[in-house]
């Protein structure tokens, strides 16, 4: 899976990078690769604001293109690695809802073949 991190708000140290892309190439095992272009994701970590009081929040967020379809999770955490590990947990989600989505699709369609068939050739 091809991919592109970007960091708002802060300077992205070696280690946060390599924490991202180990946590977005955590993905991969739930993504399709045999499809004619590979899935692309957008990753977007930062901090929001700089004025309140108790700490910093941090924001991470992935858009994830495969084919025509987009999936989008955004997190915003008192710590930077809670909301990494936040917002992939819920691509995950996401990308298995989807995945169960597609299967259903086609055991619906499956499923109206047959009963056509079957009253094509008179059988109950």
């Known amino acids: 899976m091809r991919h592109n991190i970007k960091a708002t708000g802060f300077v992205m140290t070696p280690a ?9 190439n955590h993905l991969d095992k739930f993504v399709n690769q045999n499809q ?3 899935p692309m994701c957008y990753v977007e970590i930062g901090k929001t604001t700089n004025h309140h009081k108790t700490g910093d929040l941090f924001r991470a967020e992935f858009t994830l293109y495969i084919g025509s379809k987009s999936l989008r999770v955004e997190a915003e955490k008192d710590d930077l690695y809670t909301s990494i590990d936040s917002v992939t947990e819920g691509m995950v989600e996401e990308l298995k809802s ?3 989505k597609k299967e259903s699709l086609i055991r619906r369609g499956g ?5 056509l068939i079957k009253g094509f050739y008179g059988e109950k």
């Open 16 to 24: 946060i990078k390599e924490y991202v892309e180990k946590r977005v």
């Open 111 to 115: 499923a109206k073949i047959k009963a």
């Open 36 to 38: 004619k272009e590979l």
């Open 98 to 100: 989807f995945k169960d």
